[in-house]
């Protein structure tokens, strides 16, 4: 399992090295790592398209054709000359300058693409050789290869919260989880034509629409325009090498003319197919002339106070957003939670809104879902080619009680969370085919897993000789729940039949632990070899970190993918789609979801926050399970905070006794 805030720490560690052997400010030496991390997932991204072209590639004369910048662009992938790879600098003899080997890597990639042309860093010789040896051999890291998306921009917001975060909050400015991109990009479907965004950041809606518009089997070069404003150089710069190692072309345009509220850069008002954005919220002291003079507020002016400003940008950015849609387009945006029921003009222009029939889904999202910020959001849909029948309705979604924790200070949609929210939307839409895969997705999904674990089962059951007896009927059970399968109402069960595997494991596991410990040294010895082990303690380890795995228990970076856990909560979030929308039909669910008529939306004086419409759920009295697996969460943090703690004593300890007083 994917562990990315592992790999933040040893970032961050990487940043500090380069803070210790340097004179740069924070701000200044947070973007030559990034680029130092640009090589590297560039050329993780290499090897995967050069796999792809070996795959195919002719002979000539008894070998393989070498692999040239041509083939890169029939894939629309960014080709790296043999001195711009990562393993290249990463094995340089011990006499070369890595600083101007560093440099010269960035200057060849940036004639390979010519949007990134005075972008990439080029300051490395500015540090020390065996400082960027270091910090190269530590961004060699395996994660890079694995991990999708926005990774770029979600550690530079890492190094925000690190070390600016008067930057990180200047202006509402902050990088936009995965999750909620994701989101918008589902909910939007952009399948060809022209997106903006116009307060683009590190371009996370561009890549995941590029991977959107790729699953489809589309290029997404061909099939998309893609147009991006952002006022910070330093977020566009940004912007362009996630774009450039995604093979994304783009148009970003950065600086004071880029400031959205004064300047329309490319005259797309009413050209955009798709339009998706997170924008700074609550922006005061827009001069309200010069955004007047702009134009695009069709939806009319949002309140001026007496310094002649707009005290509050958010309803400037809505205006914008709904302007730039052509007659069919679709937008997708992230607001904060208050927008929603504000009042006076800014209701004048909700009113507006909602009869124009474009409104399409709001959803409320609770708190801790931004890396820096603890604040709730909404996310805004617009679409005006929405059918005739949904015209006059608005889906209202309730997520703020349906979201996974990942720690104490950050929350965020799984995969099958945003596919359930996504699932709804289809079925106001009536698109109920969609629903239909999305279940046997589901099926198909949960035997693979169960296919997967039954290896690691037996091989937990082995490990753990007689001790692993009483658990091989119940291991059978469960592959045998997996035969003959025709719904996946028959997979539910499978739920606490894992349950009660993990118990029994446990169990059985400190039995023997406690026998092997009970036993003489010599006697535990023999033990232990009998299971193929050299001694009691690496046996213990070993059982520990097996069983750990099998149940998903495992604190830090896990090697076992499919774990009872991960299984567990796959059916549990099928089971929480089925038991509201069985078979397919969209209905209003108490607490979750409505839609909501024209006529019901006047009567709430024209407010689109969710909460009013869908109620409050029932509470449902439960097994207690949910709250079980909470507080292994929260004690699996503490050990992690603990053994955090523990080593910056030691740091500090170390420092102090270095220091010559």
């Known amino acids: 399992m994917i562990n990315i805030r592992k790999l933040e720490n040893e970032l961050w560690t990487s940043a500090d090295l380069l803070r210790q052997g340097s004179k740069l400010t924070s701000q200044e030496y947070c973007m030559p790592v990034l680029g130092l991390i640009f090589l590297r997932y560039a050329y993780s991204r290499f090897k995967m398209v050069e796999a792809n072209i070996l795959k195919d590639r002719p002979m000539r004369g008894g070998r393989v054709l070498p692999v040239e910048a041509n083939d890169f662009k029939t894939k629309s992938a960014l080709f790296l000359p043999k001195k711009a790879r990562y393993d290249y600098l990463l094995n340089l003899p011990d006499n070369e300058d890595v600083g101007?080997?560093?440099?010269?890597?960035?200057?060849?990639?940036?004639?390979?693409?010519?949007?990134?042309?005075?972008?990439?860093?080029?300051?490395?010789?500015?540090?020390?050789?065996?400082?960027?040896?270091?910090?190269?051999?530590?961004?060699?890291?395996?994660?890079?290869?694995?991990?999708g998306g926005d990774i770029i921009g979600r550690i530079y917001e890492y190094f925000l919260s690190k070390f600016a975060p008067a930057v990180a909050s200047d202006d509402g400015v902050f990088f936009t989880p995965k999750s909620l991109v994701q989101m918008i990009v589902n909910i939007i479907e952009p399948h060809r034509g022209v997106l903006l965004d116009p307060a683009c950041g590190s371009g996370g809606m561009f890549v995941q629409t590029g991977d959107f518009v790729s699953a489809e089997g589309t290029n997404a070069n061909t099939a998309m325009t893609f147009y991006g404003q952002e006022k910070v150089d330093y977020n566009a710069k940004l912007c362009l090498m996630n774009m450039a190692v995604h093979g994304l072309n783009g148009n970003i345009k950065s600086g004071d003319g880029a400031n959205t509220f004064y300047n329309d850069a490319y005259n797309l008002e009413g050209q955009c197919d798709y339009v998706m954005a997170n924008p700074p919220f609550n922006v005061d002291l827009v001069n309200a002339e010069n955004a007047q003079n702009a134009g695009r507020l069709p939806l009319g002016l949002p309140g001026i106070n007496k310094d002649k400003a707009f005290s509050n940008g958010n309803y400037l950015w809505i205006n914008y957003f709904y302007s730039y849609l052509n007659e069919k387009g679709r937008a997708g945006f992230v607001m904060a939670a208050s927008t929603t029921d504000s009042g006076n003009k800014e209701r004048d222009i909700r009113e507006k809104l909602v009869k124009t029939g474009h409104v399409d889904v709001m959803i409320s999202v609770g708190n801790n879902f931004f890396y820096t910020k603890s604040l709730p959001c909404s996310l805004w849909f617009f679409d005006k080619g929405k059918h005739d029948n949904l015209k006059d309705t608005v889906l209202f979604i309730d997520t703020r009680n349906y979201y996974t924790v990942v720690d104490r200070t950050l929350n965020e949609w799984s995969e099958w969370q945003m596919k359930n929210i996504n699932a709804i939307v289809w079925l106001y839409r009536g698109e109920i085919e969609k629903y239909k895969e999305l279940i046997r997705n589901y099926c198909i999904a949960i035997i693979n897993e169960i296919h997967e674990l039954s290896s690691y089962l037996e091989k937990s059951i082995k490990l753990m000789g007689t001790f692993g007896k009483p658990l091989e009927p119940l291991c059978q059970k469960i592959t045998e729940n997996i035969e003959h399968v025709d719904t996946l109402e028959q997979l539910y069960p499978l739920r606490s039949l894992l349950k009660e595997y993990a118990s029994i494991l446990h169990e059985q596991q400190k039995d023997l632990l406690a026998h092997g410990d009970s036993l003489e040294k010599a006697e535990a010895k023999t033990f232990a070899e009998g299971q193929g082990f050299s001694s009691w303690q690496q046996y213990k380890k070993q059982l520990s970190i097996m069983i750990d795995q099998?149940?998903?228990?495992?604190?830090?970076?896990?090697?076992?993918?499919?774990?009872?856990?991960?299984?567990?909560?796959?059916?549990?979030?099928?089971?929480?789609?089925?038991?509201?929308?069985?078979?397919?039909?969209?209905?209003?669910?108490?607490?979750?979801?409505k839609a909501a008529t024209r006529d019901e939306i006047e009567e709430k004086n024209w407010s689109l926050t969710p909460g009013a419409y869908v109620g409050v759920a029932p509470v449902v009295d439960g097994d207690g399970e949910n709250f079980a697996e909470r507080m292994t969460e929260i004690h699996n943090e503490l050990l992690t905070l603990q053994s955090e703690a523990n080593e910056l004593i030691d740091i500090i300890t170390a420092n102090f006794k270095g220091l010559e007083l």
């Open 550 to 593: 099998v149940t998903g228990a495992t604190i830090g970076e896990q090697t076992v993918d499919c774990n009872i856990k991960v299984i567990r909560q796959i059916i549990k979030e099928a089971h929480w789609l089925t038991e509201k929308f069985g078979v397919g039909k969209y209905i209003d669910v108490l607490g979750l979801c």
């Open 100 to 147: 101007k080997a560093v440099n010269e890597a960035m200057e060849l990639i940036e004639k390979q693409s010519a949007q990134l042309i005075g972008v990439l860093p080029k300051t490395y010789t500015a540090f020390k050789n065996d400082l960027l040896r270091e910090l190269l051999r530590v961004f060699n890291n395996k994660t890079l290869d694995e991990v």
